[in-house]
């Protein structure tokens, strides 16, 4: 029986590394406990040294990159189920082509899962600006991912906001960008961040850029569920868009069609000298 | 007039940019500022960073430089006939905008239009040195759409596609005739040629030369269009028929198109409607046919004789109901071709039944399992322990499908 501790920080290298070892030793799914961030206790803490790495495991790339996904998903589950994946994989080599097995389609339902955690995060983060001085601008976010997407979504924003400093705290692990470096760190309580005066814009731009002929209720949350509006600051004007968008239609068609501007028969006269 | 501040002016340029469709920030070459010398980034997929209870993606900062407009478009909010407020943003005001929403992720990039003031080289001017300053001063890596101004110098339009990913024409309605009707000071074939040139000058773009070079980056996000749809009495046989021409002469990436709706101070010419947003959807889905499931205009717009699409049922069913002797379809023998035109089975689906066909024979929960919506395929298919036995043939198969009569409601 192997019990095997997975951090936290650096789960996708710590999972990877154990199963190499363990499928080497012909270690069957049965006999593995996987303990994601000491969840277990000191109970299941049996410290049987992993086996040593001995060969070469070849695994079909597919599987490989479907796992860096399944890794950060919220499951308990996952740990085992990848690892039986990868116990069937060893005699039947097609398998991941095989969209129909149920084994495979659960997993291939988690990595969506994931995907679609760290597509939220990327649309989803807002910052703060700090308003720190210094040579590098600094901004802030806190953020309540689904499944532990902070560490596989933090270096997309390490390629988008390179020239600035950036933390975007979360309940799981905390991301910190400064000068250049990314780090993570333990999560965290949500902080008290600055107000930031940009929000009111950014709101005013929501408000605006609405049709409030065109009400869809429905398209918006499947997009955007409600899960994540109390971090979202355009999404207090929501309710007051929705309640008052048939009253501003109603006076759109109510309104009788209006004289033209006094300004426009010397445009139309310059328009025709023009041509 | 009082001074307008910012976030006045944000209000009505905003206002005025909503009824352009098009919030894409996808396709366009993978860009970054790892080197910490820039901000921004373009990766392949867009990202939609709100959506409004309109259930529209909001990925760009959509905005006006100005809603000053010379030009008397009727369906236009801007028209200069039009008493709505008027505004104009400084460039300054747009640059510092766009890169404060950037620098807080709420949006992937700019998407800049404008009403023409004064002639259309001057506007398409003030446009260019927009993104020229977001590109070279602000060293801005994020995504750029402009709305080019169809009359403007071609050397505008060629400098305007070395800083944007993305530019736009919009043909505004789907025949010639419509377009002098509501849009007088706009001409057709000038709309054309605009789209012609920006389509050559990326040809270019994209050769090598003899050294082996490439030409300078030349809008890698390609151009789209926009159609109002409902304003004037086309067919959606003559829309898709605009389409198919667009995406082949002019290889445009997207044609959008626009259920008209309601405008402030809307002109008497042309009488506010409830917007055609069911119309609309359909457009797209059969858009989407033409482009990616192999049917033809012909095809699509063949069920009814009016020439218009099926609002109850979506137009790939409403074709294979008009086909029924080409099916069942046996899932497991059948070519992508025609499983593509199965109802209930996307892209997706049909590549999934490919590779998964080698391994085994499919059964009905197998086609669940990779995402088919059996619900309106099971008529249509034969799987290994499927067969639709009458159905296919069954006189009310249309009526499982098709909404049930709505009571109306006044409008």
Known sequence: MYTVPLPRIGTDIAWRDAAKRLIGAGVSPEDILWDFDNEMGELFAIDTPLPPVTRRIKAPQSFVEMANWVVWHKDPQRFARLYAMLWRLRHQPGLMQDRADADLAKLRQMEKGVHRCKHKMKAFVRFRDLRQGGARRSFAAWFEPTHHTVEPTAPFFARRFADMDWMIATPDVTAQFIDGNLTFHPGQPKPDLPEDATEALWGTYFCNIFNPARLKVSAMTSEMPRKYWKNLPEAQHIHDLIAGAEAKVQQMRDAAPTLPPERVAKIKRQLRGRD | ?411
């Open chain 2, 1 to 411: 007039m009082s001074r307008l501040d910012l976030s006045q002016k944000l209000a009505i340029l905003s206002d005025a940019a909503r009824y352009d469709a098009s919030c894409a920030s996808s396709g366009t070459t993978r860009r970054d500022s790892r080197d910490g010398k820039g901000l921004g980034s373009t990766e392949g997929s867009g990202i939609c960073h709100a959506y409004a209870p309109d259930g529209r993606c909001i990925s760009l900062l959509k905005i006006l430089m100005t809603n000053f407009c010379i030009y008397d478009c009727a369906y236009c909010v801007n028209r200069v006939s039009s008493n709505v407020q008027r505004a104009r943003f400084s460039p300054d005001e747009v640059v510092q905008l766009t890169i404060e929403f950037y620098r807080r992720n709420y949006i992937e990039g700019l998407f800049l239009s404008s009403g023409i003031i004064q002639s259309p080289d001057k506007t398409m001017d003030d446009m260019l040195r927009i993104a020229k300053r977001l590109r070279e001063v602000e060293n801005f890596r994020g995504y750029i759409h402009l709305k080019t101004i169809p009359d403007a110098a071609p050397e505008l339009i060629e400098e305007a596609g070395l800083y944007a990913d993305r530019l736009s024409i919009n043909v505004e309605l789907p025949t010639d005739q419509s377009v002098k009707a509501y849009a007088p000071e706009k001409n057709p074939a000038t709309i054309r040629k605009a789209m012609g040139d920006v389509k050559s000058r990326k040809d270019v773009a994209s050769e090598r030369s003899y050294t082996g070079k490439r030409g300078k980056r030349f809008v890698p996000a390609g151009q789209s269009t926009q159609m109002i749809v409902g304003a004037d009495g086309s067919t959606d046989a003559t829309i898709l028929g605009q389409s198919t021409m667009l995406y082949g002469d002019y290889k445009l990436k997207r044609v959008y198109y626009s259920a008209f709706s309601p405008i402030p101070d809307a002109t008497a010419k042309l009488p506010l409607i409830k917007p055609p947003l069911a119309r609309e959807h359909r457009l797209y889905q059969a858009d989407w046919l033409l482009r990616f499931y192999g049917f033809g205009v012909d095809e699509i717009t063949a069920a009814r004789p009016d020439g218009n699409l099926d609002l109850d049922i979506d137009p790939k069913l409403a074709w294979a109901l008009q086909n029924r002797a080409l099916f069942p379809v046996d899932v497991n023998r059948a070519s992508k071709e025609m499983l593509l035109r199965v109802p209930g089975f996307g892209t997706r689906t049909v590549g999934r039944i490919l590779s998964t066909r080698r391994h085994r024979r499919l059964r009905y929960d197998d086609l669940l399992r990779m995402g088919a919506s059996l619900k309106k395929a099971q008529a249509f298919i034969v799987a290994q322990d499927w067969t639709p036995g009458g159905l296919t043939d069954s006189a009310d198969l249309r009526a499982r499908f098709a909404p049930p009569p709505e009571q109306l409601s006044l409008f």
